[in-house]
Structures are given as structure tokens and as C-alpha cells.
């Protein structure tokens, strides 16, 4: 299986670089999985494929402001971090730029010393483990000092840390958004559930793995970063209720795909579990808890692409992808949405 089964291509200018004003008034894609057969509407319109009985499941993590801007002690040179994994206490594992001025023993001060930091090893693939020094609560002065980590396609500023975030996001960690959860709000959720809809929440902390390309060309040998993820017992519950009873799981994003998937057991029942994952899904794969994803258009040659190739197929999802472009689709983090799912 070759990266380059996953291409496609895409026009620049079709990369959303923008949230729209109101989160549910993108576009969304529904296409068949089985039939590849495609419908175009707005997403507020979700509600017509859902059915009572039905579990919808969020991951409720938050990202954090884990972009910082410093300077190197004693020379000035600016360094730019990246917050991805917490070690413990005060040490994280962070993406350094550039990382040859961050050999251990290096300090760096951010903010004008309100926050420093000294580099205590380098580990897998170059990043660097730094441990923090600062007075007060580390999460406040993060909030004061931090951006939000963008993606790199995205060259806008943007004016509301909120918009890259969901508005169910609840437990920090995350070093980007679950992108497909951002066109839900308050009403829509509000409408899912008055239709007798159960809404259940996860939580996988996204990590490195989204700034990694797939830079092998059999896909089999690319290696997926692991990710914390937590499931409750009030969660799994809910799920698997649904499935009992024969109704869909539908998955908010690839990212509560890759939860449910790893915490089930070979049935497909789940119960409250918590753990680190590196699950790499694509085509061959048999899904055993989840029915239907609600999903943003991916990156070419991306694990994201393979994911929703492995529960549609790949030339549905690569029909599917030029279709989008030829519609003009907004597409990646702040673009429109697509259903898979098998209605028809």
C-alpha cells in the first residue's frame, strides 16, 4: 500500500484559512460508505440523519496555548516551542525551532523571565525535554503568554483563541483541535439531543502525530506517536446501549475514532479505561464499534485520509475529494464538514 494511493489535488486557495462567523453554517458532504453516493447541504442539517437511540460521541479535550515565543539566555536568539506531552510536573516533551541552538543545558526565557525554561535532553526524532521554572499557576501564565498551535497551512491570525476550540472542550491537553467538532454549538447539540439522541464525551489529547507527515512510502511502515485517551463509565455505557440496540455510533472526528477503537474489546464493548494509544487505521481495517464519522476533508497523503479511506474506501473517498474540490469546498481545520456514514 503506497502513500501516494492517498493523493489528490487541491488548490490552494480552497484551504480555509478562516473560521466562518457561525460555526454550524459550513457546508457538509454526506456520502455513502457502501454506495459512494454523495449529497450536498449545510451542516445544521445533521439532525436529518441522526435518529433517536442513536450515540453521538465528542472528545471533549481542550487545546492549550503551547506555542511560545523566547530567547535563547545570553544571546538573544529567538526560539520558537512547541508544548506536545507532559512528562511529569514541570518537564514536557516539546517540538523546538530552531532545535540545533536548544542543546541540553540551554535556557531560555519567555515573556521577559516570567516563564524559563532549561533543555534536560533531547529524545525520539529530535525533540527536546525542558523543564519549566515560574512563579504562580503554570496554566495561567501559558494563557497569558502562549498562542494557539495553528497548523501550518494556516498563515492567518486568528483573532479568538475560542475558534479552535470546541465548545464542549473541557480537559486541557491537546496540542491541536479535534477539527470536526468545531462546527457544533450549543443549539445544534441542544436540537441533537432533543431528538433522543445520546451525546457521549471522550477524551484523547491531541498530539504530535498531527504535524507528522507520512514520509515512508509503504504506508505499513509509518509509525503512528501515542496519544493519551480516557473513557468514562457513564461513556462507554451510553455506547454501547446504542449498540445493543442497533443504532449507529456516529464519531465526531478521527480522533474519538481512534479512542473507541482502541478501548474496545474484540466485541466492541467498551468499558471506563484510560491509556496511551498509537492505533494507525487504514483500509483493511474492521471497525468494531463505530457506524458512521463526522469528519473534516483531510490532508493529502495523510493517516487522516487513510482513516476515512478504511471506513468508506479509497476510491469512494478520492471521488468523493474531487467532487469537494470541484464544488469548492473549504477544506482542513477551519473548512467544511463530510458525514460517512450508510443511510441509503
Known sequence: MNVKDFDYKLPEELIAQDPLADRSASRLMVLDKKTGEIEHHNFKEITRYLSPGDCLVLNNTKVIPARLFGVKEGTEAKIE????????????ETLVKPGKKAKPGTKINFGDGLLKGVVIDVVDEGNRLIQFQYKGIFEEILDKLGQMPLPPYITHQLKDKNRYQTVYAKHDGSAAAPTAGLHFTPELLKEIEQKGVSVAEVTLHVGLGTFRPVKVENVLEHHMHSEFYQITQEAADKINAAKTAGKKVV?????????????ADEKGILTA????????????????????????????QSTLV???????????????YRIAVEERYRFFSFGDAMFITDRY
Open 251 to 263: 464519531s465526531v472526528g478521527t480522533t474519538s475514532t481512534r479512542t473507541l477503537e482502541s478501548a
Open 81 to 92: 516551542i512547541l508544548l506536545l506531552k507532559r512528562r511529569e510536573n514541570d518537564i514536557w
Open 306 to 320: 487513510m482513516l476515512v479511506s478504511a471506513l468508506a474506501g479509497r476510491e469512494h473517498i478520492l471521488d468523493a
Open 273 to 300: 479505561k484510560s491509556g496511551w494509544t498509537d492505533i494507525f487505521i487504514y483500509p483493511g481495517y474492521r471497525f468494531k464499534v463505530i457506524d458512521a464519522l463526522i469528519t473534516n476533508f483531510h490532508l493529502p
